[in-house]
C-alpha cells in the first residue's frame, strides 16, 4: 500500500525537478523493498528453494524484479540463487551470462560475515555491498541478501580530493654558515643562485609555489598528487643539491620536512616542522615525510658536515647544571647491552656530579654489558661512581630525581623503561641520528648527529660546568675509551671537535696506554674473531657472516669481527650475524659509503651511518640471513 503511494509521489516530484522532495519518499521505498525481501524469506522458510518461486504470488514477483536497488540473493554455499533485472541491467550488462557468471566474477559469500559494507571491483567499476543474512529451516541452507550501490563517481571525487589537499615542505640548506663561513661573498651569491636554480627545477610543473623565508631555508606548497611524485622519485633533489660545490670541494646538501594528509595548512605545517627536526636529527642530506602511519624517510647517503657551536654547549651546560643541583638524586642510564661509549659517558658526568656533592648512581645491568672490563676498572678507582641494577634504581627513584640518558635517545631500547617512566624529569644526551621512538618529555634534549659519539659530547659539556678543579683521572679514561671505540682508533666520524675533546681530556690526565688496554680481548675471543672473518661471503661490496657462536662475550666478539672485515680490501660495509636469547642479532658497520643505519632500520634496528644494529626475535639463522639479503638489495636498488 506504501509502496503504490510512494512511487507516484516520487514521480511527480522528479517530474517538476523537486528532487528534496522525492528524496523525502526514499526511505519508504526502501522500507517496502526490504519488506519485500523479509516476506521472500517468509516463504522461504515454508517451502524448500526449488519450490520458493512457484510460491511466490505474481504480484510479488514483478515487484521484487522491477527494484530499481540492484539485488542478489546467494545461498550459504556460494550458489547464486536469484538476481533482479536492476542488477542484470547495472552491473552485468551481459544478462544472458547467467548465475555462474555472478558466482564465479563476485564471490558474494565472502562478504555475508562482514560487519561493515564492503566495495567490491566488477568490470571496472566500484560497488558497495551492503548484505542482509536470513535463518532458513533445517531442509534448507541460509540466505543472503546484496544490496549494491554504484560509488565509482563518488571514490574518484574523494581520491581527486585528497590528491588536490595542500601539503607543507620545509627546506633547510645543511649547515649552511658553516659552509660559507670562509667563502667570498662572490661564491656565496653564486651558490645562492645555484641553490635557487635547482630549487625552481624542483618545483617545475607543481604547480605549486616556493619562497626563501631565510637565507639558508625555503617555504613550499603543492597539491599532493604532485607529492606522491616527487616521493616516487625519491626526492630527487637531494641528489641535485649534492651536485653543488662549495670551494671545489664541499657539496651542498638538503634537509627536508614534509607534512601532509592533514586537515588544515596549520596542521600541516605543523607535521612539516616535526618532519624537518627529524631529517635534520638523524645528520641532514634527506626528507622526512611525515604519514598516518608514521615517517618514512628518503636519502641520507651523505657524510654530515661537522659543526659545533660553542654557545649551544655552554647553554646545554649551563641548564644541565641546573637540573643536577635542584635534584635531590641523579640516575646515568644508557641502552641496554651498554658498550664503552654509553657506560664510558656516565662514568665520566658521574665524575662532575660527584664534584657538585650530588648523590649519583650508574643504573646498567652488569649481565648483560659489554662494558664490563671498565666497569671492573672503574669500581677500582680512588673515588669510583656507584653501579647499579635497574631493580635497585627503581627502590630508589623518587619525585624530584633527574634521569639523564646517554649514548641513545631510543626510549625501546633504554636500560630500563620502567626507570624512565618513573621520573618525572628526564634529560637526554645522543649523537645517533634521530629515531622515530625518541623521547619526547625530555626537559632537555641534546642531540648532536655530527659528534662521533656520547662521550665526546659529555666531555664539551664538563668543559662547560663550574666546578672546582677538573674530574678525576679515571672519569677521563672512560670518555677517551668511548671516543675511541665510536671512531675506531679516531678513523670514523672524527672531525676536528673529536681531536678537541681528546686533547682535553689527556691534558686532564687520560692515560692512553690505560684505554687500549680496554680494549683487550682473550685468546679464545680472539679465535672465535677469527672464525667469524673466515666463514665471510662478499654480497656486492659488503662482507657477512653468520655463524652460531657460543661465548659470554658474544656481542663483544661480534662487534669487533664486524670492525675487522672492513679491512677487507673492496669492502666497504660489514654484517655479522649471531645468536641472542630471542633469536638472532646483526652488528652492522661501514666506510660510509653505505648507511648502515637505514639498512638497519628497514629491520626494526638503528644507530647512525658507520655503526647500527638490530634484534631478529624468533627467527633461525637462515632466516635472519635472507631478511639481510631482501633489504640489502633494495638498499642497492634505491641507489
Given at each position: ?7 507516484p509521489?516520487?514521480a511527480i516530484s522528479?517530474l517538476y525537478?523537486n528532487?528534496h522532495v522525492?528524496l523525502l519518499?526514499?526511505?519508504a ?12 524469506f ?9 519450490r520458493?518461486?512457484?510460491d511466490?504470488s505474481s504480484a510479488?514477483?514483478?515487484i ?7 539485488v542478489v ?8 540463487f536469484?538476481?533482479?533485472?536492476a542488477?542484470?541491467?547495472q ?9 555462474q ?9 565472502t ?5 561493515q559494507d ?7 567499476r566500484s560497488?558497495?555491498v551492503?548484505?542482509i543474512s536470513?535463518?532458513?529451516q533445517?531442509d534448507t ?5 546484496f ?8 571514490l574518484?571525487?574523494k ?5 588536490a589537499?595542500p601539503?607543507v ?9 658553516d ?8 661564491e656565496k651569491?653564486?651558490v645562492?643562485?645555484e641553490?635557487e636554480k635547482?630549487l625552481e627545477?624542483?618545483m617545475a610543473g607543481?604547480?605549486g ?11 613550499a ?5 604532485h ?24 657539496h651542498i646538501?638538503?634537509s ?16 612539516a616542522h616535526?618532519?624537518?627536526d627529524?631529517?635534520l636529527?638523524r645528520g641532514?642530506?634527506?626528507?622526512a ?7 618514512c624517510f ?17 647553554s646545554?651546560a649551563?641548564?644541565?647544571?641546573e637540573?643536577?643541583?635542584?635534584a635531590?638524586?641523579?640516575?646515568l642510564?644508557?641502552h ?7 657506560i664510558g659517558?656516565a662514568?665520566g658526568l ?13 643504573v ?7 662494558a ?8 677500582d678507582?680512588e673515588r669510583?661512581?656507584?653501579?647499579i ?6 627502590e ?15 626510549k ?6 620502567e626507570?624512565?617512566?618513573a ?6 644526551i645522543?649523537h645517533?641520528r634521530k629515531n ?8 632537555l634534549?641534546?642531540?648532536?648527529p655530527y ?8 666531555t664539551?659539556i664538563?668543559?662547560y660546568?663550574h ?5 678525576p683521572a679515571a672519569?677521563?679514561?672512560a670518555?677517551l675509551?668511548?671516543?675511541t671505540l665510536?671512531t675506531k682508533?679516531?678513523?670514523m666520524r672524527?672531525g ?12 686532564i690526565g687520560?692515560?692512553t696506554?690505560?684505554v687500549?688496554s ?9 679465535q ?7 666463514h ?6 659488503s662482507?657477512?657472516s653468520?655463524?652460531?657462536?657460543q661465548?659470554?662475550?658474544t656481542?663483544?666478539i ?5 670492525d675487522?672485515?672492513l679491512?677487507?680490501q673492496?669492502?666497504e660495509a ?7 636469547q630471542?633469536?638472532f642479532?646483526?652488528s ?5 659509503a653505505?648507511?648502515?643505519q ?5 629491520l626494526?634496528?638503528?644507530g ?20 639481510l639479503l631482501q633489504?640489502?638489495e ?6
Amino acid at each position: 500500500m506504501l509502496l503504490s503511494i510512494a512511487v507516484p509521489l516520487m514521480a511527480i516530484s522528479f517530474l517538476y525537478d523537486n528532487c528534496h522532495v522525492a528524496l523525502l519518499f526514499l526511505p519508504a521505498l526502501l522500507f517496502n523493498a526490504l519488506f519485500i525481501v523479509q516476506l521472500f524469506f517468509m516463504f522461504r522458510r515454508r517451502y524448500p528453494i526449488n519450490r520458493i518461486r512457484a510460491d511466490m504470488s505474481s504480484a510479488e514477483t514483478p515487484i521484487l524484479e522491477q527494484l530499481m536497488v540492484p539485488v542478489v540473493l546467494v545461498q550459504e554455499n556460494g550458489n547464486v540463487f536469484w538476481y533482479n533485472t536492476a542488477f542484470a541491467n547495472q552491473i552485468l550488462q551481459e544478462p544472458g551470462k547467467g548465475k555462474q557468471l555472478v558466482q564465479r566474477l563476485l564471490h558474494l559469500h565472502t562478504y555475508a560475515s562482514q560487519p561493515q559494507d564492503q566495495i567490491v571491483e566488477f568490470q571496472n567499476r566500484s560497488y558497495q555491498v551492503h548484505s542482509i543474512s536470513c535463518t532458513a529451516q533445517k531442509d534448507t541452507s541460509p540466505m543472503h541478501a546484496f544490496q549494491f550501490t554504484d560509488v565509482t563517481e563518488l571514490l574518484q571525487w574523494k581520491r581527486d580530493f585528497a590528491s588536490a589537499k595542500p601539503c607543507v615542505l620545509l627546506l633547510v640548506i645543511d649547515s649552511y654558515d658553516d659552509i660559507l663561513q670562509y667563502a667570498k661573498e662572490s661564491e656565496k651569491a653564486q651558490v645562492s643562485a645555484e641553490v635557487e636554480k635547482v630549487l625552481e627545477q624542483f618545483m617545475a610543473g607543481t604547480n605549486g609555489v616556493i619562497r626563501k623565508i631565510e637565507n639558508d631555508m625555503f617555504y613550499a606548497v603543492m597539491e599532493t598528487r604532485h607529492l606522491r611524485v616527487i616521493m616516487q622519485e625519491k626526492f630527487k633533489v637531494l641528489d641535485e643539491a649534492r651536485k653543488i660545490l662549495v670551494n671545489g670541494r664541499i657539496h651542498i646538501t638538503f634537509s627536508i620536512g614534509v607534512g601532509f594528509g592533514a586537515d588544515s595548512l596549520e596542521e600541516s605545517e605543523k607535521f612539516a616542522h616535526q618532519s624537518l627536526d627529524m631529517a635534520l636529527g638523524r645528520g641532514g642530506d634527506q626528507a622526512a615525510v611525515k604519514t598516518e602511519n608514521g615517517f618514512c624517510f628518503f636519502g641520507g647517503t651523505s657524510k654530515g658536515v661537522e659543526k659545533k657551536s660553542k654557545t649551544k654547549i655552554r647553554s646545554v651546560a649551563t641548564a644541565l647544571q641546573e637540573l643536577i643541583e635542584n635534584a635531590d638524586q641523579v640516575f646515568l642510564m644508557g641502552h641496554r647491552f651498554g658498550d664503552l661509549d654509553a657506560i664510558g659517558s656516565a662514568c665520566g658526568l658521574a665524575g662532575a656530579i660527584d664534584m657538585m656533592k650530588k648523590p649519583v648512581s650508574i643504573v646498567v645491568n652488569q649481565k648483560n654489558c659489554l662494558a664490563g672490563q671498565l666497569i671492573r676498572r672503574m669500581k677500582d678507582a680512588e673515588r669510583p661512581p656507584e653501579f647499579i641494577e635497574p631493580e635497585e634504581a627503581m627502590e630508589r627513584v623518587s619525585s624530584n630525581s633527574l634521569l639523564i640518558v646517554v649514548d641513545t635517545h631510543n626510549k625501546d631500547i633504554l636500560e630500563s623503561v620502567e626507570l624512565y617512566k618513573a621520573c618525572r624529569y628526564v634529560a637526554v644526551i645522543d649523537h645517533h641520528r634521530k629515531n622515530v621512538n625518541f623521547i619526547e618529555n625530555a626537559v632537555l634534549f641534546h642531540h648532536e648527529p655530527y659528534a662521533s659519539s656520547a662521550s665526546e659530547m659529555v666531555t664539551e659539556i664538563i668543559q662547560y660546568f663550574h666546578l672546582n678543579g677538573e674530574i678525576p683521572a679515571a672519569n677521563a679514561d672512560a670518555l677517551l675509551a668511548g671516543i675511541t671505540l665510536d671512531t675506531k682508533n679516531f678513523v670514523m666520524r672524527t672531525g676536528v671537535r673529536t681531536f678537541e675533546a681528546a686533547a682535553y681530556l689527556r691534558k686532564i690526565g687520560a692515560d692512553t696506554i690505560q684505554v687500549k688496554s680496554l680494549f683487550s680481548s682473550t685468546i679464545s675471543m680472539y679465535q672465535i674473531r677469527s672464525q667469524i672473518v673466515a666463514h665471510a661471503e662478499i654480497y656486492h661490496k659488503s662482507a657477512i657472516s653468520a655463524v652460531k657462536m657460543q661465548d659470554a662475550d658474544t656481542r663483544v666478539i661480534a662487534a669487533q669481527a664486524a670492525d675487522e672485515l672492513l679491512s677487507i680490501q673492496g669492502v666497504e660495509a660489514s654484517f655479522v650475524l649471531f645468536p641472542d636469547q630471542s633469536g638472532f642479532s646483526i652488528s652492522a658497520r661501514s666506510l660510509g659509503a653505505m648507511n648502515v643505519q637505514l639498512v638497519m632500520e628497514e629491520l626494526g634496528g638503528g644507530g647512525h651511518q658507520t655503526m647500527a644494529a638490530t634484534q631478529l626475535a624468533g627467527v633461525t639463522l637462515q632466516e635472519a640471513k635472507e631478511r639481510l639479503l631482501q633489504v640489502l638489495e633494495a638498499y642497492e636498488e634505491k641507489k
